[in-house]
Every structure is written in C-alpha cells, then in structure tokens.
C-alpha cells in the first residue's frame, strides 16, 4: 500500500478535487473553482484508496466557494467526492453565513451538506437571508 505520513506543524497541502497535486505558482494564482488549501498538524493519503486524512488543528479554504472551515479531523474521500469534517466544526462562508457543528459531511457533487451535533447538543447556524429590494403587495381578494 502506497501511503505517505508527514508530521510538520502546520503542513499544507493543495490538491485539486479528485487528484492530488503538487502546489505550483500557476495553482496558487489561477482560478481553479476545485481547488482546496488544507492546513494541519499531520496529514495522510493513501493513493490506492484515494483517501486523504488531516488531524490536529485543520484549516480548510475553499476559495471559489467562499468558505473557511476548522475542525479537529477531515478525510476527503477521492473516489466518493466527499469531504468529512469532525471535532468542534466551524464553517464560515465570505457573505457571513455559518455553521456550527460536531460533524459536517459534505458531498463535493451534490454541493450539499449534512451537519450533525454532539450527543445532547445542537447544530447552530447564522444565516444571512437575501432581502427583495422591492416591496412586496399584500394579496387582495
């Protein structure tokens, strides 16, 4: 089995969704809508699984969504387009939305996510709602 561990304080990695790469000035400047930064204590990835495992203090940033995320653990799962964030989660997202939670899994595909709190507790959320800029008119019969 193909796996690499590598113990720096912090560590980053820059992958693009589905394939781990290398950063490089033309990743780091372009516009690439998959590309995600992930910052941790340690991180893991098994190339035949397509699994990759950050512990410790994790920071992800997900520039073309807008979204700043921390927890204790993530796994991206490759092959699955899953992302598993677990232990004290926080998302934030560039127009002030939040979400507080134990765990959040979020399906890359979909661009859906389920949030599930700690036992006895509850997911919190901020949400900035849009408001219509026009007046609306009450129903008349």
């Given at each position: 089995?193909?796996?690499?561990?590598i113990?720096?304080?912090?560590?980053?990695?820059?992958?693009?969704?589905?394939?781990?790469?290398?950063?490089?000035n033309?990743?780091?400047?372009?516009?690439?809508?998959?590309l995600?930064?992930?910052?941790?204590?340690?991180?893991?990835a098994?190339?035949?699984?397509?699994?990759?495992?950050?512990?410790?203090?994790?920071?992800?940033v997900?520039?073309?969504?807008?979204?700043?995320?921390?927890?204790?653990q993530?796994?991206?799962?490759?092959?699955?387009?899953?992302?598993?964030l677990?232990?004290?989660?926080?998302?934030?997202?560039?127009?002030?939305?939040?979400?507080?939670?134990?765990?959040?899994?979020?399906?890359?595909?979909?661009?859906?996510?389920?949030?599930?709190?700690?036992?006895?507790?509850?997911?919190?959320?901020t949400?900035?709602l849009?408001?219509?800029?026009?007046?609306?008119?009450?129903l008349?019969?």
């Open positions: 089995m193909t796996n690499w561990l113990k720096l304080l912090p560590l980053t990695v820059l992958f693009a969704i589905g394939t781990i790469v290398p950063p490089s033309a990743q780091i400047q372009g516009n690439d809508d998959r995600i930064t992930i910052e941790s204590d340690t991180q893991s098994d190339n035949i699984t397509g699994v990759v495992t950050a512990l410790g203090n994790v920071r992800i997900y520039p073309s969504r807008g979204m700043v995320a921390t927890s204790r993530a796994q991206y799962f490759s092959k699955e387009a899953l992302l598993i677990s232990g004290d989660v926080d998302v934030v997202q560039e127009d002030g939305n939040t979400i507080s939670a134990e765990s959040i899994t979020y399906n890359l595909d979909d661009e859906r996510a389920e949030a599930n709190p700690s036992s006895g507790q509850q997911v919190q959320s949400l900035l849009n408001q219509n800029s026009s007046p609306q008119t009450p008349t019969p």
